[in-house]
């Protein structure tokens, strides 16, 4: 388990306090930002929303170990964060090795504001690179990502594809320092020959 030295938060506070001026000095009316708050989330108010956010983590090397950008973010009471399409990014050395993308996602943070678990739902899709360009990608509807433990799990219908393969399975399990992804249950496939 990595120790990242790091919080994703700093890079909101920024935004805010510039959010903040910029009404403050230009004069937006509060009629504006209201239909925003309606807009985004009408029953549920929140403490903090940013827009275009991207944070970079890193280990205790100070190599990137991961980064999480998403186009809104909205940060809740009890260490919660919601986020639209959120893409996260995790890199082994110097290199990018995951990519995962979804249309949503829920961070639950540590109270000293480390993610302990990142809950992406609809249009999940995760692509793993390698060095000899035989990139796999994974799609479901739901994933559960783990970066203090470097796991991702869900028990929806994954389908899988690659070079030479072609495959679905009711739940999986990754586990992102061993390389190896586990497939739980009704797993169906084809593996074929790939000419170049």
Do not use: C
Not at 16 to 39: K, Q, Y
Not at 68 to 82: K, M, N
Not at 133 to 152: A, F, H, I, K
Request: glycine share 8%.
């Amino acid at each position: 388990m990595k120790r990242l030295k790091y919080r994703w938060l700093l890079a909101l506070i920024p935004a805010i306090l510039i959010a903040w001026l910029l009404t403050e000095r230009t004069g937006v009316s509060p009629l504006e930002n209201n239909s925003v708050d309606m807009a985004l989330n009408p029953e549920t108010s929140y403490d903090g929303f940013g827009r275009g956010i991207r944070s970079v983590i890193y280990d205790d090397n100070g190599l990137r170990a991961y980064t999480l950008s998403a186009s809104e973010q909205r940060l809740f009471p009890g260490q919660v964060t919601e986020l639209t399409e959120p893409v996260m990014q995790m890199f082994e050395g110097s290199q990018e090795r995951w990519n995962i993308s979804a249309a949503s996602g829920r961070i639950q943070a540590s109270s000293g504001g480390d993610i302990l678990e990142l809950q992406l739902t609809d249009a999940v899709q995760i692509l793993r690179r390698s060095e000899e360009d035989s990139n796999v990608r994974l799609t479901s509807s739901r994933l559960t990502v783990e970066p203090p433990t470097q796991t991702m799990f869900t028990d929806a219908r994954v389908t899988v594809s690659g070079d030479g393969l072609e495959q679905t399975s009711q739940g999986m399990h990754a586990d992102l320092n061993a390389d190896t992804i586990t497939f739980l249950s009704d797993i169906q496939g084809r593996y074929y020959r790939v000419d170049n």
